[in-house]
Each structure stands twice: as C-alpha cells, then as structure tokens.
C-alpha cells in the first residue's frame, strides 16, 4: 500500500491536488486552469495514483471528455498536507503573533 508521503511532491503536484480536492471530478483543462499547472503535472499524478483520469460523455459532444477526481491517496496527501500547513501557520503565529499565511 502507498503512503501519503507528499515531502518530495512539487508545488505544483500539491496545488493541482487540492484544487481537485474542491470539487472532482473536474474537466482536464479546468483543472489545469485553477491549480495553474500544466496538463504532464496531473499525467504525473496519475502515474503516482494520487488522481485518476476518466472519461466522461457531455451532452452534444461525440468523443468522451477527460475528467480528473483524487484517488483514496491523493484525498490521504490533500488532508495530510493541510494538516502540516496548518501546524505550521499555528507554530509561526505563537512565535511571531498575528496572522501568518
């Protein structure tokens, strides 16, 4: 089983994960869109089995549509990453006071 460790993932891996954590699935290039990554970062996280690609019939087109939504381990990394940042984002304001985003 894989775990969740999402140290040596790219920033742009882990944005393009939680902006399919919003709402799934989400057409390809949407999906690009929002997390302002390329089409390769999410072909990475599919061979990674964090996110899957499926095909999806839209009303008036004729060929399928490529959708992504999060895998069980990309939801893993998603919630585990947000966790750390968190802690962080407290650790940081007891140490500096205020806001720190």
């Known amino acids: 089983m894989r775990t969740a ?3 040596e993932w790219s920033d742009h891996q882990i944005r393009a994960l939680c902006a399919l954590d919003r709402v799934c699935p989400v ?3 949407l999906a690009c ?3 302002k990554v390329t089409a390769r970062t999410f072909t990475a996280l599919e061979l990674h089995g ?3 690609r499926v095909s999806l019939f839209e ?3 004729p060929y399928p549509m490529p959708y992504y939504t999060l895998t069980n381990l990309g939801e ?3 919630k585990d990453w947000r ?3 968190e802690s962080v984002a407290t650790s940081l304001t007891a140490i500096f006071g205020g806001t720190a985003t």
Do not use: F, Y
Request: aromatic share 10%; hydrophobic share 45%.
């Open 83 to 85: 966790s750390w940042n």
């Open 59 to 61: 009303e008036g087109r």
């Open 33 to 35: 869109k929002a997390a």
């Open 5 to 7: 460790d999402w140290s």
């Open 50 to 52: 964090a996110v899957l």
């Open 76 to 78: 893993q990394i998603v």
């Open 27 to 29: 057409h390809q290039t």
